[in-house]
């Protein structure tokens, strides 16, 4: 069974750091993008930071200079360091991923992980 698990969400003060974690397993042949999503209460979910399969990546107007999006393939991992935190990153947050699997190309979620800054 494919699945994406996240950790290292919690509770930071404002201007701390946070590295959340998100593992994929299961029968897969490969992964192509690799993003980090987030909700808060009453608000959509947005998309805060994307990696390429090649390492390229993109980020959020609100999160750019602060957060910093990576992955280890060897691992099926993708990481999201979070640094200098505001009490507006408060969310749940959601690993996504394009999967090659044995039925083709299938997108996954993780279960989230929630971040709360306190001010």
């Known amino acids: 069974q494919v699945q994406l698990v996240e950790s290292g969400g919690g509770l930071v003060q404002a201007g701390g750091s946070l590295r959340l974690s998100c593992a994929a397993s299961g029968s897969i042949f490969s992964i192509n993008a690799m993003n980090w999503y987030r909700q808060a209460p009453g608000k959509q979910r947005e998309l805060v930071a994307v990696?390429?399969?090649?390492?390229?990546?993109n980020y959020a107007d609100s999160v750019k200079g602060r957060f910093t999006i990576s992955r280890n393939n060897a691992k099926n991992t993708v990481y999201l360091q979070m640094n200098s935190l505001k009490p507006e990153d408060t969310a749940v947050y959601y690993c996504?991923?394009?999967?090659?699997?044995?039925?083709?190309?299938?997108?996954?979620w993780g279960q989230g992980t929630q971040v709360t800054v306190s001010s």
């Open positions: 996504n991923a394009e999967l090659i699997v044995t039925l083709g190309l299938r997108n996954y």
């Open positions: 990696i390429t399969s090649g390492g390229s990546t």
